[in-house]
């Protein structure tokens, strides 16, 4: 499995393997404005954090490798990985990553692991800031189902609908994130 795209605010993101939304996040593409950019940065957090994923180094490549139960999350991991952003250890305590540049220290506080029943996964965190966070990714169907009435316009959730049916027809292994 690969990850080919991130959506965020109406638009889907290319991973293109040449470090575009690294830039898109930095604010550093013409195509995206400052909001959208904050926006893209919470996406690429969340999916550095919201893992069960133990970090490894490859002695032989001196690469971080990802071991855990979910292909996916690797694949994830590994997909963000081309735009400056890894996960680089792993205690039953605290969670240390690499992002955009910054070595960043999240104190895991709580985790809801991925079930077949809730179809979803969420972590709560302190961040470097001190803040109380709970990042939470799954299945499309069931995060769309706890969207907040009201909080998308009709014409963004036709798009992020349409959107989710496109990938859906990937056979590649494509993800779609809120």
Same mark, same amino acid.
């Not at 990553?97 to 895991?108: A, W």
């Not at 709560?124 to 907040?148: C, M, S, Y």
């Given at each position: ?90 205690? %039953?305590?605290? =969670?240390?990553?690499?992002?955009? #540049? /910054?070595?960043?220290?999240? &104190? $895991?506080?709580?985790?809801? *692991? ?20 709970i990042f939470t990714k799954g299945a499309d %169907?069931?995060? =769309?189902?706890?969207?907040?009435? #009201? /909080?998308?316009?009709?014409? &963004? $959730?036709?798009?992020?609908? *349409? ?16």
């Amino acid at each position: 499995m690969t990850l080919k795209y991130l959506y965020v605010d109406g638009t889907s993101y290319p991973e293109d393997g040449q470090g575009t939304i690294k830039a898109m996040a930095l604010g550093q593409h013409v195509s995206v404005d400052k909001q959208r950019a904050e926006h893209l940065r919470g996406l690429l957090r969340c999916l550095s954090v919201c893992h069960a994923v133990i970090p490894s180094l490859d002695e032989k490549t001196q690469k971080i490798l990802y071991e855990g139960d979910s292909p996916d999350e690797s694949a994830l991991l590994d997909g963000v990985r081309t735009n400056d952003i890894e996960v680089t250890g792993r205690t %039953n305590r605290d =969670l240390m990553i690499t992002f955009l #540049g /910054s070595k960043e220290t999240f &104190q $895991l506080l709580y985790t809801l *692991e991925f079930s077949s029943a809730r179809k979803r996964m969420s972590v709560v965190v302190r961040t470097p800031e001190g803040q109380l966070v709970i990042f939470t990714k799954g299945a499309d %169907n069931i995060i =769309l189902e706890r969207i907040k009435k #009201g /909080s998308l316009s009709e014409g &963004q $959730l036709a798009h992020l609908n *349409e959107t989710v049916e496109n990938f859906s027809r990937v056979r590649q292994g494509s993800f779609i994130y809120l």
